[in-house]
């Protein structure tokens, strides 16, 4: 091989690679199916979901993070499930840690198989927000909005006689912490999503906020998972919509 020869594979080679590298950071992972690592039960709760869709009978179903699966812990949401969720045949199919992609992957591998919900209600995202170990960012905004899209678009073409009710994000942080800004923002663009009789969109935040524009009173002390009064505020604000759409 010349010396020419070697210069240009060498710069294709170059050429390539910086593409490659470009495509890789271009792709958004909140797009990107993906299982979980957190919680290390993660793989676990997912195969017993799916052996609960196989038993068939769910009416409603709940789709999101530890937030959502706070309905079936004891002092967050159990005692509110138990009352006003359960006898409607409803499921809990939320985890922990869960980020758009998990969920994405959730629907990709048997969790809406062999049941046809009346109304799905999903909340998801806020874990797509703040930054990773090395401090870059998880996802930008535009990402979790595409990230929640999928979710919505692969749930109807899972489910198409289901209705779906798109929960805004929660709030989270101390009142001057940027990511209230963000949690604002996007519920903003996912509210986009609504139309119809098939999809709603629920905004409760207003009834989690106080005057102040502090949320201690029904928030954990993390400023991000609600406490039980939390949960009764969600599920009062859910209930007109949930009448409506469960008929």
């Known amino acids: 091989m010349t010396w020419r020869m070697k210069k240009l594979l060498f710069a294709f080679t170059f050429a390539v690679s910086a593409f490659l590298t470009i495509s890789a950071e271009a792709e958004n992972t909140a797009t990107i199916p993906a299982p979980s690592p957190m919680p290390t039960n993660w793989m676990s709760l997912h195969k017993s979901f799916v052996a609960r869709a196989k038993q068939g009978g769910v009416d409603l179903l709940f789709l999101g993070d530890s937030i959502t699966a706070g309905w079936q812990w004891t002092g967050w949401g159990l005692n509110i499930w138990n009352k006003d969720y359960a006898p409607l045949h409803a499921a809990d199919f939320g985890i922990g840690y869960n ?40 996802n930008s905004l535009p990402e979790i909005v595409e990230g929640v899209t999928a979710i919505v678009n692969n749930v109807r073409v899972k ?19 940027p990511i209230r800004e963000q949690v604002k923002e996007l519920n903003s ?59």
Not at 159 to 177: A, E, M, N, T, Y
């Open 99 to 138: 980020r758009t992609q998990n969920v994405l992957w959730q629907i990709d591998h048997g969790e809406l198989e062999g049941i046809h919900p009346k109304v799905v209600v999903l909340l998801i995202g806020t874990n797509n927000m703040g930054n990773e170990d090395n401090g870059k960012p998880r």
């Open 159 to 177: 489910l198409p006689q289901s209705k779906l009710l798109l929960i805004g994000v929660f709030p989270r942080g101390h009142k001057d912490d």
């Open 189 to 247: 663009q996912i509210a986009k999503l609504a139309g119809g009789k098939m999809i709603q969109f629920l905004d409760i935040n207003p009834k989690l906020i106080a005057p102040d524009g502090s949320i201690s009173e029904n928030f954990r002390p993390d400023f991000l998972h609600p406490k039980a009064q939390g949960y009764q505020i969600w599920a009062d604000a859910m209930q007109p919509a949930l009448d409506e759409m469960m008929k």
